[in-house]
């Protein structure tokens, strides 16, 4: 961001914000800081300020800011002690990129007074909370140790210095009139912003912060996306590797327990053979009557014949047992597994930051155990504005509900009444896709072909030719009480082959 422009920005906002309060602090992006300010004039403002090393800049925008699931730690610590502040001047330092935001918290002659300092160096553009009083730094985006002898320390606890002077560096120039902001987009050249826009030439804005905003709009709209999807995404790859984890625990489990249901033969070999066996016998050979070869059976040489043919059929019995356990466990695991699948491909599909965040608020990420507690559901606006679900229609005119979050595929399931049909594809995740039969009228095959496309396109299948596609009656898919949204068992089904070329969006 250039000196003078920083500079014009600076001086608008010491126009327009102070007297305004901090209502609201986001980190929607790792670098970059956005204050919500209920100003004087101008009702609510947001107010960018970013550190990051390649499109550092300070600016109001007219973005909508998206709610990340948790707060960074900076973010974090920012609203416990600068939100709720009151801006009481904005100040551009006159020969270098930096901009102090000079606040108030509390009562007028008493309050904490708190300055919030952007630092456009470069590499070492940073964000820091300084004591009004002391001059001491409470807290900072970018901690950075002393690299060597003389260079500066910005850590918090240490004195807040201001950055050296660096060679090059100029004071901004002061505009001789009022400055035309705007956007100078030269042929074979790189676009930038100006203060001294053309009428004709050049787009151009009422303000420098409007030109900044308009500017970096495309940039940030994509970033914005990508770093709520990032966030929204990682508790849930946590969650998905941790059952993958519990699935090999399980897979051993039942090996062990293959072993325990082997030992039933042997249990009834020694008992037609309890005349070889003598206490103090480590094994014996027999005959195995199935495969006509000698086997050997290992015994406890402290138990006699008898002893050692109870306590095999004991560890027999206890695999018969825990079988039925280990393959409910299994089960389980992989439905909720499939359906975190489902909720991920959503979120890794979706290009709107309002379905991310309904997604988020869906399966609500905040839970200390894991970061993801599906039990518990939140509501926000976005979740209570739109359907969690899109609504199509087959050739016929029946009508088709298709999932887009977890959430969406349990509504589909419980409005589901008689005779309507489930779909999902066989191994991929993806929508839960619901045609809603007509009494005393079955779908005809070739609406059951379009569902099947459906069912197909919204999977990760899409595009990858002819896929089995799963068909239940609804009344055979059991949603799962206490699960994650959208886990579910299928007790009997059939498939059908699709490739989703009968379905476009």
Same mark, same amino acid.
């Given at each position: ?30 670098? =970059?800081?956005?204050?919500? +300010? $209920?100003? /004087?004039? %101008? !009702?609510?403002? @947001?107010? *960018? &300020?970013? #550190? ?125 009139? =009022?400055?035309?902001?705007? +956007? $100078?987009? /030269?042929? %074979? !050249?790189?676009? @930038?912003? *100006? &203060?001294? #826009? ?308």
């Amino acid at each position: 961001m250039d000196l003078n422009i920083l500079q014009q920005v600076a001086r608008e906002l010491n126009e327009l914000l102070p007297g305004g309060f901090v209502n609201k602090i986001h980190q929607p992006l790792p670098r =970059e800081i956005w204050l919500r +300010i $209920r100003a /004087p004039r %101008g !009702g609510e403002q @947001r107010l *960018v &300020l970013s #550190a990051d090393p390649q499109v550092g800049r300070l600016h109001l925008t007219g973005l909508r800011i998206p709610n990340p699931p948790s707060p960074p730690r900076f973010c974090a610590y920012l609203r416990a002690h600068f939100q709720g502040s009151r801006i009481v001047e904005v100040t551009a330092a006159s020969d270098d990129r930096v901009v102090r935001i000079a606040t108030i918290r509390g009562p007028k002659d008493a309050g904490q007074r708190r300055e919030l300092i952007l630092e456009l160096l470069g590499r070492d553009s940073n964000i820091i909370l300084v004591d009004g009083d002391t001059h001491r730094i409470l807290e900072c985006l970018h901690h950075i140790p002393e690299k060597e002898a003389g260079s500066r320390a910005v850590l918090p606890g240490a004195p807040y210095v201001v950055p050296p002077k660096r060679r090059g560096a100029a004071e901004a120039v002061v505009p001789a009139a =009022e400055p035309t902001a705007g +956007i $100078r987009s /030269p042929a %074979g !050249g790189r676009r @930038r912003v *100006v &203060l001294d #826009a053309v009428k004709g030439e050049d787009e151009q804005f009422e303000t420098a912060n409007a030109a900044m905003d308009a500017f970096f709009v495309p940039r940030l709209t994509s970033s914005l996306l990508e770093a709520l999807r990032r966030g929204v995404a990682a508790p849930l790859k946590a969650r998905i590797r941790s059952l993958e984890r519990r699935l090999g625990k399980i897979e051993q489990d039942r090996l062990r327990l293959d072993e325990f249901r082997a030992r039933r033969e042997e249990g009834e070999l020694l008992k037609a053979n309890l005349r070889l066996a003598k206490k103090g016998m480590t094994g014996i050979e027999v005959l195995d009557w199935t495969t006509g070869a000698p086997r050997h059976i290992a015994l406890d040489p402290s138990l006699d014949a008898i002893g050692n043919m109870e306590r095999i059929f004991k560890k027999a019995a206890k695999a018969r047992r825990g079988e039925a356990v280990v393959q409910r466990r299994w089960e389980e695991t992989l439905a909720e597994k499939a359906a975190l699948d489902d909720v991920l491909y959503f979120v890794q599909e979706t290009h709107e930051a309002e379905e991310l965040e309904r997604i988020a608020a869906e399966m609500n990420f905040q839970s200390p155990r894991d970061g993801l507690d599906p039990h518990r559901r939140e509501s926000s606006g976005a979740a209570k504005k739109a359907k969690p679900f899109r609504e199509l229609a087959t050739p016929s005119g029946r009508e088709v509900l298709v999932g887009t979050s977890g959430l969406g595929n349990d509504v589909i399931l419980r409005r589901a009444g008689k005779g309507d049909l489930w779909f999902h594809v066989k191994g991929f995740p993806g929508a839960h896709v619901l045609l809603v039969q007509r009494p005393s009228e079955p779908a005809p095959a070739a609406d059951i072909e379009f569902v099947a496309s459906v069912a197909a396109y919204f999977s990760r299948a899409r595009g990858k030719g002819k896929v089995e596609v799963i068909v239940a009656d609804a009344g055979d898919v059991r949603r799962i009480r206490g699960g994650s949204p959208g886990q579910v068992t299928v007790r009997k089904h059939r498939t059908v082959l699709s490739d989703g070329s009968r379905y476009s969006a």
